[in-house]
């Protein structure tokens, strides 16, 4: 499947690029994911003993960093670059917090291939756990994990969020 092809990352980041910033026609699909990240929030929150901390800047240096921060019952989770045409700062949060603790479950670092795997870890989370249905999710956190993903490390910038 396309969507688990790491090494497509530039055309990933292309098709991101030249994407519209918003597509009403989305909006369904990106407020179910919204709902979906909270759930998943409060889901993971039972199972992982730890302090949310809102920060600006990126707090993490690697990975392992933020490894240890979860171990030790923080998580940082940035408030920088939250614009986005349809979640609200809370919803750009606990996506966040979701993603980060996704990339803990499955100990994948900030590379493109540890972006996929913590994507592929999120898709079984709404496998096994959402009460929406796949197909209602899959397209949104594909765009939001991937395609920013893919923009970031092949411009080196983050890009505007998008919701198409």
């Known amino acids: 499947m396309f969507y688990h092809v790491p090494y497509a990352k530039d055309n990933i980041a292309q098709w991101y690029k030249h994407a519209p910033v918003f597509d009403p026609k989305a909006k369904p699909q990106w407020e179910i994911l919204a709902k979906e990240a909270h759930k998943q929030v409060e889901r993971l929150l039972k199972i992982y003993d730890i302090e949310l901390l809102r920060v600006t800047g990126q707090p993490y240096n690697d990975v392992y ?22 979640f609200a700062l809370e919803d750009n949060i606990a996506f966040r917090t979701w993603h980060d603790l996704a990339h803990h479950e499955v100990y994948a670092d900030f590379s493109y291939t540890g972006e996929v795997k913590t994507y592929e870890k999120q898709l079984a989370h709404v496998e096994k756990f959402s009460e929406f249905p796949y197909k209602d999710i899959r397209h949104a956190l594909f765009v939001e994990v991937l395609g920013q993903a893919a923009s970031y490390m092949c411009t080196g910038t983050f890009a505007q969020q998008k919701g198409f």
Do not use: T, W
């Open 65 to 86: 960093d933020m490894f240890d921060d979860i171990d030790a019952g923080k998580l940082m989770i940035s408030v920088d670059n939250s614009e986005h045409p349809v």
